[in-house]
């Protein structure tokens, strides 16, 4: 088998796993953040359990890349700029600003850590090596409309995630309602700016492995914001009845 046709295979198993996730996460909440329960195994602190868990998207991406034969053109470059600054903060500096105390079965650790390594070396290989990114894409739309997208997506999800952290003065614990900028249209524009950047990435890459990333983005994200609206409802009374959960007026 050519590693070409092995990593076919694998961004096969990125859909195949895509697949499974909705049905799983449909009837199962993962058990971390507010979904957190027992049962599930031993467990580590959250922050470590975040940074293992995304540091493949940072490290091994970058070994990954850099042994590709075009890793030094210029449109390769800039896709890794592109997943570097999204995985760079979400491995290294989104768990130091996560409230102490927290934990994550190291199960779901295991789990993360494992797709991410899949799914690092199939975009990082096909974007340096098997792809074909020509000095002549950079002026091609669809590079810079997925590029669009993902800066979009990007600070959405960045704000989104600034406002949840701001929600709670030193010294207090517990949840509130979010207010204010997306959150008054939808429970989750942090995972509706990831759904958009994952996007972008697919549609500046043109590629499948892109793509199968794009999907097992949605397969994973959207069955938790539901999970996360019908929480909110539950839990507060007073929640707003016109908020949708995770795609503006629509879902």
């Known amino acids: 088998m050519s590693e070409l046709e092995l990593h ?20 199962i909440s993962a058990p971390y953040g507010r979904h957190a329960r027992g049962g599930w195994g031993p467990q580590m602190d959250t922050r470590l359990a975040w940074m293992v868990m995304e540091s493949p998207s940072v ?14 053109s210029l449109v390769p470059l800039l896709l890794l700029v592109l997943w570097q600054s999204h995985y760079v903060q979400r491995a290294f500096i989104f768990p130091l600003k996560i409230r102490p105390g927290g934990h994550t079965p190291v199960s779901v650790v295991a789990m993360g850590f494992m797709f991410n390594l899949v799914n690092a070396y199939v975009n990082a290989r096909w974007v340096s090596e098997f792809g074909r990114y020509e000095l002549s894409w950079l002026l091609d ?17 960045r704000r989104a995630d600034a406002a949840l952290a701001a929600l709670r003065k030193p010294g207090e614990t517990g949840y509130k309602i979010p207010r204010g900028g997306l959150y008054e249209l939808i429970s989750c524009p942090n995972y509706f700016g990831e759904l958009l950047e994952w996007t972008g990435w697919a549609i500046a890459t043109w590629s499948v492995a892109g793509l199968s990333f ?21 839990k507060f009374p007073d929640y707003p009845a016109g908020r949708k959960a995770v795609i503006p007026f629509l879902l």
Not at 10 to 21: E, K, S
Not at 149 to 155: A, D, N
């Open 59 to 72: 490290l091994w991406f970058l070994a990954v890349f850099f042994a590709g034969a075009h890793a030094w």
């Open 8 to 27: 076919t295979l694998l961004v096969q198993g990125v859909f195949l796993v895509a697949a499974l996730t909705v049905p799983a996460l449909l009837f």
């Open 141 to 157: 739309p669809r590079l810079w409309l997925g590029v669009g997208l993902f800066v979009l997506g990007y600070r959405i999800n």
């Open 214 to 234: 794009a999907v097992f983005t949605a397969a994973n994200l959207v069955p938790r914001a539901l999970s996360h609206h019908k929480w909110y409802k539950q």
